[in-house]
């Protein structure tokens, strides 16, 4: 790909994007420009991955062909504001800024300018993320392409209507820290029982990856939880303990809860 892709932002979501595609050789570093307020940061970036930084965020805009906004929900408004004027409508703008509308970005950059919303999730680091995506319809099957193709060299990618958002940032953008809870959670029963924590980490860790791989084979979960569950075994006698206390409904309601979250996110930005 020849296009030059820009950051606003240099923070988490930025690097694991920018790690992604130099390291996965599909940008070279001079293809890929950052813009940060802390210089540090644009210090270490620079060092790591070889690319260019600037500490004024124009400087990206007017470098970029693909601009990508990775910088927080609160702070998008004057952002858009800042870079406005130096935005054409051949450029593509990607916002990762959760709860922020694609109508409120153009509202800011003009509605003639290409804008794609994405909700990713910080699994892009290590090339296993799941991305979603909407867009204006300004961009052209070309445009969806370049941004599709970039994307799918980090992650999956699945174009979702904006209006599932909020859903999307609840189960895959949240999503990442309650499994996370659930390794700990896992390893940490391994311990009562006498495992040492390193071992019990790693079981819980296979566990895992192991158990998501079967069911992404196309098993259905509830199928494959009956087949390992045996009369009166030890698998019945911990599914019951977590159905004792309610661990399905707290999965549940921990989705919904993000759910609700990112909602009342949405609306305070609407009224920013
Ligand atoms: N983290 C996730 O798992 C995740 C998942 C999906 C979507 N997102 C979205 O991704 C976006 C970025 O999240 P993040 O976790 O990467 O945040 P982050 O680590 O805080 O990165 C944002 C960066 O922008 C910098 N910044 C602040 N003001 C700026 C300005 N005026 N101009 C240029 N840069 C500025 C920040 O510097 P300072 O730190 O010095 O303020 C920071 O380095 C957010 O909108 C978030 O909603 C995040």
């Known amino acids: 790909m020849n296009a030059r892709v820009g950051f606003i932002g240099g923070g988490n979501m930025a690097e694991a994007f920018i790690d992604a595609f130099i390291n996965g050789e599909f940008l070279l570093p001079n293809q890929v420009f950052v813009s940060d307020i802390n210089r540090k940061r644009l210090k270490y970036l620079e060092e790591k991955y070889g690319?260019?930084?600037?500490?004024?965020?124009?400087?990206?805009?007017?470098?970029?062909?693909?601009?990508?906004l990775a910088v927080k929900p609160q702070i998008m408004t004057s952002i858009l504001r800042e870079i406005a004027e130096t935005i054409s409508p051949t450029q593509i703008i990607v916002s990762m800024a959760a709860g922020y509308p694609i109508k409120k970005i153009e509202e800011l950059i003009g509605n003639d300018k290409k804008i794609v919303r994405i909700m990713p999730n910080i699994l892009i680091k290590v090339r296993k993320g799941i991305t979603a995506l909407c867009h204006n319809f300004r961009l052209l099957d070309e445009d969806l392409k370049l941004v599709e193709s970039l994307l799918s060299s980090c992650s999956e990618v699945v174009s979702v209507d904006e209006k599932l958002f909020d859903g999307v940032t609840a189960l895959s953008g949240s999503g990442p820290a309650f499994i996370f809870l659930m390794i700990e959670a896992l390893s940490d029963g391994g311990v009562k029982v006498g495992l040492p924590r390193e071992?019990?980490?790693?079981?819980?860790?296979?566990?895992?990856?192991?158990?998501?791989?079967?069911v992404k084979l196309g098993e259905h979960p509830e199928v494959l939880k009956d087949k390992v569950t045996s009369p009166a075994g030890t698998t019945i006698a911990?599914?019951?303990?977590?159905?004792?206390?309610?661990t399905r409904y707290a999965f549940m309601k921990a989705i919904e809860e993000a759910y609700k979250r990112s909602i009342e996110i949405t609306k305070l930005i609407k009224e920013m």
């Open 51 to 68: 690319i260019k930084t600037f500490s004024n965020n124009i400087q990206v805009s007017v470098n970029s062909d693909i601009i990508f």
């Open 199 to 214: 071992v019990a980490l790693k079981l819980a860790i296979e566990t895992i990856i192991g158990s998501a791989i079967m």
């Open 238 to 246: 911990g599914l019951s303990a977590l159905e004792e206390n309610r």
